[in-house]
């Protein structure tokens, strides 16, 4: 297939439903996590699930970067926004995410300077063009984002230009992956990789996933056949007994990654120790921070940080959410208190949160039309 629209045909939607449903075992059921929230929205707004049958459940994973970033690394950013000329830069999606303190949004209408950017290289031009100010880049994303991040730095340094850094917040998949299969809570039977993290990696570093747990995963593209065939494959795999990694996108994904990608991480970053992340608490080695060649562009050596951890409101339950235990219409608040327009978590102030799909397309309760199962 060479155009979108080739995935998204109805037709060919309604064959492969057809053949997940027959693959299914009687009276077994059978649940799926997919990691990115790119693949929650696909399936939410297409209404994947209605052509599913009823004992095939996705639930959603860890994999939105905006929403796992925990309150008190925002309340840092904004304490590093609040210093004298200081100009805070960032993604959109971090805007509104709240801290302790409120968001970016609340400090920037206190005075803050927080401009938000398209890339990295966005808020470097804003430091060229401002060399009497110190510029910030509030840098989040798996590593899908971290490349980019990285060969900023490396510009940056290649230009001289000193008055740009860098507070990192980059994280990795395969640990926060690691800790759900660890997590008591959740039983799955299959996961539904990520694209674009994907797209760096490649796919061999999810093979311990097949190997030590026994469950296997399909790395998936983001259009509706997409995930429908990875769903098909998923339910190949477990009919016929086997545990693997498959590469459904493999138009986009190759199987070892793209090693520049990952060559320029390893120069200018190193994994941290520890790392707080919202619902799953400190995971070792699952974040990085910049190497010591390059301190002088990261924020965290170069302003003095609070370092306060802050916990998520009680009525927020997006940790849960974040973990596949509660789908987001079972969260106390979801749609009530916390919508998009008032979020209370970052699971509904994320373009990639699995509230905010839910709520975006009407899913407020378990009821579903099942499209699989109609004459």
């Not at 060969?151 to 507070?167: D, H, I, P, Q, W």
Request: charged share 20%.
């Amino acid at each position: 297939m060479r155009f979108v629209d080739e995935y998204r045909d109805a037709g060919k939607a309604r064959v492969l439903a057809a053949e997940i449903a027959s693959r299914c075992e009687p009276g077994r059921r059978y649940t799926f996590m997919e990691v990115c929230g790119g693949h929650t929205h696909t399936i939410y707004k297409h209404g994947l699930e209605d052509h599913l049958p009823e004992n095939v459940v996705l639930v959603h994973g860890p994999g939105c970067p905006v929403c796992v970033i925990p309150m008190g690394r925002v309340d840092d950013a904004i304490h590093i926004a609040a210093q004298p000329d200081v100009i805070m830069t960032s993604f959109g999606d971090m805007t509104r995410v709240p801290g302790g303190r409120g968001s970016f949004l609340d400090a920037k209408a206190a005075g803050a300077d927080i401009r938000m950017v398209y890339s990295p290289l966005d808020a470097l031009r804003i430091a060229q063009a401002n060399p009497d100010r110190r510029v910030v880049f509030m840098a989040i994303g798996f590593e899908t984002t971290a490349p980019s991040t990285a060969m900023t730095v490396l510009r940056a340094a290649a230009e001289g230009v000193c008055n740009f850094s860098v507070f990192c917040n980059h994280v990795m998949i395969i640990p926060a992956i690691k800790a759900i299969l660890d997590s008591p809570d959740l039983r799955l039977d299959g996961f539904i990789g990520p694209g674009h993290v994907s797209a760096v990696i490649g796919c061999e570093p999810y093979e311990f996933i097949a190997r030590d747990y026994g469950k296997p995963l399909v790395v998936a593209g983001f259009e509706p056949l997409d995930i429908l065939q990875s769903v098909h494959m998923l339910l190949g795999q477990l009919a016929s007994g086997r545990a693997e990694v498959a590469n459904q996108y493999a138009r986009v994904v190759p199987w070892k990654g793209n090693r520049t990608a990952m060559e320029a991480i390893a120069r200018v970053m190193r994994l941290r120790p520890h790392f707080e992340w919202r619902g799953l608490g400190f995971i070792s080695q699952s974040a990085l921070m910049l190497a010591d060649e390059y301190a002088a562009f990261d924020a965290e050596r170069i302003f003095e940080l609070p370092g306060v951890r802050v916990a998520d409101p009680k009525a927020c339950q997006c940790g849960e959410v974040l973990k596949g235990v509660l789908r987001p219409w079972e969260c106390k608040v979801f749609g009530t208190a916390c919508t998009p327009e008032t979020p209370i978590g970052t699971c509904m102030v994320s373009s990639e949160g699995a509230c905010a799909a839910y709520y975006n397309f009407g899913r407020f309760s378990r009821d579903r039309v099942r499209e699989a199962t109609r004459a």
